[in-house]
């Protein structure tokens, strides 16, 4: 049986990644951020969301993709996680889809495999490819 759900998009460099609408808390313009000393370089800092502390975690330098370049601040995709909410990094804001289940393909050998294992799957659409996210494979952090 084949079943719609819901994504929230958003571009890091070339490529457009999702998640699924449900663990997306909501969507903040950027944010001042503080810097936590000794944290993996993963973590760009601490964002204040209405008096909660929530750690930013820079979704480039996860992805292993370059820096930004072009001066512009990230947007930031909160989520919901079992320890509270985490703001994601990213680039641009897309649209919200409707991904029918008979639509997702598992990534294909030619996603770099590092990528590949934080992917759950793949969409095609309009001509591009959308990577769908593994939110808890994306959580996982080594020590700086």
């Given at each position: 049986m084949n079943t719609a759900r819901q994504y929230s998009t958003f571009r890091l460099a070339e490529n457009w990644y999702a998640v699924d609408v449900l663990q997306v808390q909501e969507i903040i313009r950027p944010q001042e951020m503080t810097r936590v000393p000794l944290a993996s370089p993963v973590v760009s800092g601490l964002i204040n969301l209405r008096g909660q502390l929530v750690t930013a975690l820079d979704l480039r330098r996860r992805l292993d993709l370059a820096p930004r370049t072009d001066g512009r601040e990230p947007m930031n995709?909160?989520?919901?996680?079992?320890e509270g909410p985490?703001?994601?990094?990213?680039d641009e804001i897309g649209d919200v889809?409707?991904?029918?289940?008979k639509?997702?393909?598992?990534?294909?050998?030619?996603?770099?495999?590092?990528?590949r294992a934080l992917l759950t799957s793949v969409a095609r659409l309009d001509g591009r490819l959308l990577l769908l996210l593994d939110l808890e494979a994306v959580m996982e952090l080594s020590p700086a």
């Open positions: 995709v909160v989520i919901r996680t079992a985490v703001s994601l990094l990213v889809l409707e991904i029918d289940s639509d997702l393909e598992v990534p294909p050998e030619t996603v770099e495999p590092g990528l």
